[in-house]
């Protein structure tokens, strides 16, 4: 039973390049979030989704990012024109549907942005 | 708005000596409080989490943890570590209405040396 899936695990782009980022979730999870940890500090929440459907993006910045969980494959944090600020890591937990409040939020491995 | 705070940055500690990670939040609704453990380069691992019931809660690894409402605190605990603990240590909440996401605590590195 695999867990959550992150690629690449880690990536360096150059300013103003896209940024892909691409999160499976575990067999049988249709709730996806993602989180972005900056350099020694804490996890912050960016948007939820379920399949087809953004459901919670209030920590999303307004701008150049954007995420999508489509019907069939994984879910994709874009983020356009990077720029140095947005060297983090990236993580994408999933959990399964229908179990509330009380869900378990599983994490993949992460993936560290670098922008030169 | 719910927030999560981890007073320690980092808590040196000897090899079998006791540990206690501290966490409080605020909220002005009810929450759920969780611990999650992440190592080197690694992705989130859950230890432990409070749901509802006792408020003493054991995790994996000899961690456990205890909700107190009161106080709202929810500091972890082992009786003795080991070098293999070595990690950052996060504590997150969440609503247990609205939004789904969890908020984290700034993190403990905990450095368990020999």
């Known amino acids: 039973n695999a867990g959550v899936m992150q690629n690449p695990r880690h990536l360096v782009r150059r300013r103003g390049q896209e940024a892909r980022l691409r999160c499976s979730p575990m067999?049988?999870?249709?709730?996806v979030y993602w989180y972005r940890q900056l350099p020694e500090e804490g996890l912050k929440f960016m948007v939820y989704?379920?399949?087809?459907?953004?459901?919670?993006e209030s920590g999303m910045p307004k701008e150049r990012f954007s995420a999508e969980f489509p019907k069939e494959g994984p879910s994709i944090l874009r983020i356009q024109q990077v720029v140095r600020g947005d060297s983090a890591a990236y993580f994408c937990a999933s959990s399964p549907p229908a179990t509330g409040y009380q869900e378990t939020q599983y994490f993949g491995p992460g993936t560290r942005l670098l922008v030169l | 708005a719910q927030s999560v705070t981890q007073l320690d940055s980092q808590v040196p500690v000897f090899e079998e000596a006791p540990v206690e990670l501290r966490c409080n939040y605020s909220?002005?609704?009810?929450?759920?409080l969780f611990w999650y453990v992440q190592y080197p380069n690694q992705g989130l691992q859950l230890l432990l989490k409070y749901l509802s019931g006792s408020t003493l809660v054991k995790g994996i690894n000899g961690f456990e943890a205890e909700f107190n409402k009161s106080q709202t605190s929810f500091h972890l605990r082992k009786p003795s570590v080991h070098i293999s603990d070595t990690a950052e240590y996060f504590c997150a909440v969440r609503k247990d209405t609205g939004r789904r996401a969890l908020t984290f605590g700034s993190g403990t590195r905990l450095q368990v040396q020999p």
């Open positions: 909220s002005s609704v009810s929450v759920y």
């Open positions: 989704l379920q399949k087809e459907n953004i459901i919670d």
């Open positions: 067999k049988g999870h249709s709730h």
